[in-house]
């Protein structure tokens, strides 16, 4: 029987159970204050007679009856101050004038004169001890497991160095309560770490019932991804919020804190063990060369930038149109240099833009760069969707300036990011992205002819996690927020690849170009939303709201796929993508029209995206992209805006 059994066991026992046992209390207390009294008079050890007795019986005639009018039943011990206290002492104070009287002046038989004084002095120590005991005991003890009760109560998956190192650091910390720990070692389950058991995982869903568990944490930084999800798998039917270590290189530096735990990756669930990259392929195009990244400050550019540093470029120039996004990456790409391996690399941040063909060629003029990786486009669908001409004029005619500039001052190695969206597209954003390939396609070939030392290449890949616009981010912050997710419709399917991975791989594959090369990421299986919606509810220790469970705690609600979104991507547009020397990089082949057939047809699209002429930009697109279907009809704002504004226009 523990003290919180003990303290809620009195807690809910009714008013006049609680009083009477104050009032049994209290004539306990007259009681052993009666014999210390005798013991104190005749200076040694007494054992309980007649006398006794009577003092005993004359101590609780007086004392419980005072105390009752007194109100001291009345308080409620936990919560008395000091004037519950001041009435203790009063009432006393009345009863030992009393009692005096009675055996001390009168005199009894058999009890000491002496006990009439003495006996009243412990009873007023005894009555305010156990009022103090009480109101510590019920107040304080209780408020704290009260609020103990309140923080979360954890459990730690992995009882290796990690598991142990977070357990310390766990036990020291007033935001939550540590209940034990789970391993998947045989031998450790039963045995005590620290004060804690270590269990059998395979017992979980019991186990978090029994111990009120709302957290696991993963202390388990070496695991392998595929472990990793087999654990979480185990964790989901537990209904618990998940949070995690970071990897066993981000800890190799330092005790693990409680600060080193962050909210669960969804990597986790849909990532894969990545491929160690290759040294060679990262460092040939990098090393010791000037490097321009377009679009430095965005999700992918701005991870290309962090990777670029790592292989030790000369000079790293960031190209970016948003200040804040440019001020952002110099300044984290500024503190890496400074701790790492290649203090001497010199990171240059250029406000530009890629549609100003003047602006770009001062910039390359100047640096003669060695390797280019584009990474500057408009990627969200719907915005694009909803502003085609600057869509199409910053992810196509953005891309053939910076293009022919790269072919002009010799740029060795230019890659293009590119995306599964330019597969058979339904929209403006994937329409533009394919013809951005074409451009350099074309431009490829024609170089192939006269000669000239620039390889074009492009990667196309698919979702990156977390990146902006990306469904993750949404999805936690809704989940946060209490609902609904929004999901445009329960059939939606993605690729989805980590930040870091997508970068290397982007590197690695520019590194094997050849010229006029379309290189496709291995994205692994495409992952249902509205399974990766109810997984990341789940494992945030919240239940999934829906006709099954009514009484769930975030519901998903379809929206309707918005404009030019498609329920499946692509990443190939014919069935003949061929291996390169890395496993996660193909080779695809993609047919495209020679520069002299496309560029009169570039010119043409070029008068109809200064005209804004949007019904020209989508009809052009459509002859020039193989396979673009648009999903609905044009919603370009302006254009729309006119058209109402012709059916509205009054008659003169």
């Not at 003290?3 to 807690?11: K, P, Q, V």
């Not at 120590?125 to 497991?145: D, P």
């Not at 395979?202 to 029994?210: D, E, I, R």
Request: net charge neutral.
């Amino acid at each position: 029987m523990n003290i919180s059994f003990l303290t809620d066991f009195f807690l809910q026992l009714s008013r006049p159970v609680k009083r009477s046992l104050a009032l049994g209390a209290d004539a306990f207390v007259c009681g052993i204050t009666v014999w210390m009294a005798f013991n104190l008079r005749l200076e040694t050890w007494t054992t309980w007679s007649p006398s006794h007795f009577t003092a005993f019986v004359g101590s609780v005639a007086f004392a419980l009856p005072l105390f009752i009018v007194f109100g001291l039943y009345r308080a409620i011990f936990r919560y008395s101050g000091l004037p519950a206290l001041m009435t203790v002492v009063k009432a006393v104070a009345i009863y030992a004038a009393l009692y005096c009287f009675a055996f001390t002046l009168i005199s009894v038989p058999g009890v000491p004169r002496s006990v009439g004084i003495i006996q009243p002095l412990l009873l007023l120590v005894g009555v305010l001890m156990s009022r103090a005991f009480v109101r510590y005991w019920l107040g304080g003890i209780y408020q704290n497991l009260v609020g103990q009760e309140q923080l979360p109560r954890v459990l730690i998956y992995g009882a290796g160095s990690a598991g142990r190192q977070l357990a310390a650091a766990l036990k020291t910390s007033p935001e939550m309560v540590l209940v034990g720990m789970l391993d998947d070692d045989t031998r450790l389950h039963g045995q005590v770490l620290n004060g804690l058991k270590i269990h059998d995982p395979a017992g979980m869903t019991s186990l978090v019932a029994k111990l009120r568990v709302t957290q696991v944490f993963l202390a388990i930084p070496s695991a392998p991804r595929a472990r990793r999800n087999e654990i979480l798998e185990m964790v989901r039917s537990a209904h618990v919020q998940v949070r995690t270590l970071p990897g066993v290189l981000a800890l190799v530096q330092g005790e693990v804190q409680v600060s080193d735990l962050k909210e669960l990756d969804i990597e986790d669930l849909l990532g894969r063990d990545p491929v160690p990259p290759d040294p060679e392929l990262l460092a040939k195009n990098i090393n010791s060369k000037v490097v321009m990244v377009t679009g430095a400050g965005g999700s992918i550019g701005s991870e290309l930038c962090r990777q670029i540093v790592l292989a030790g470029p000369s000079v790293l120039l960031l190209l970016e149109i948003t200040e804040f996004a440019l001020y952002a990456i110099e300044h984290e790409l500024q503190s890496l240099v400074s701790k790492g391996a290649y203090p001497n690399v010199r990171v240059v941040s250029i406000l530009a833009n890629v549609r100003d063909s003047s602006r770009m060629e001062q910039i390359l003029r100047t640096w003669k760069p060695h390797t280019l990786y584009h990474a500057a486009a408009y990627k969200h669908v719907p915005l694009v969707e909803h502003n085609p001409a600057e869509g199409v004029t910053n992810n196509v005619q953005g891309t053939l300036n910076i293009a022919l500039l790269a072919a002009k001052y010799d740029v060795a190695d230019f890659v293009l990011i590119s995306t599964d969206k330019a597969v058979r597209p339904t929209n403006v954003m994937g329409a533009s992205k394919r013809l951005a390939e074409m451009v350099l396609q074309a431009q490829a070939a024609l170089l192939k002819e006269q000669g000239g030392p620039t390889r074009f290449s492009m990667v196309r890949f698919g979702n990156v996690l977390g990146s902006s616009g990306s469904v993750v981010p949404l999805f936690r912050q809704q989940i946060k927020d209490g609902g609904p997710i929004t999901l445009t419709d329960e059939r939606i399917t993605r690729y989805f690849m980590t930040i870091p991975e997508a970068a290397q791989l982007v590197i690695q594959a520019g590194a094997m170009a050849r010229g006029g090369d379309v290189f496709v990421l291995d994205m692994g299986e495409p992952v249902k939303i509205i399974d990766l919606a109810k997984r990341m509810v789940e494992l945030s220790g919240l239940a999934s709201k829906d006709a099954a469970n009514p009484n769930g705690d975030i519901a998903i609600a379809v929206t309707g796929l918005r404009p030019g979104e498609k329920l499946y991507e692509e990443l190939l547009i014919g069935d003949n993508a061929l291996p390169t020397l890395h496993p996660r990089i193909m080779k695809a082949h993609e047919d495209f029209l020679p520069w002299h057939a496309l560029q009169s047809q570039l010119f043409d699209l070029d008068l109809a995206l200064q005209a804004n002429n949007v019904q020209m930009i989508q009809t052009l697109l459509q002859k020039l992209v193989p396979g673009y279907q648009p999903s609905g009809e044009l919603v370009d704002w302006v254009w729309m805006e006119r058209v109402r504004g012709e059916v509205v226009k009054p008659p003169l």
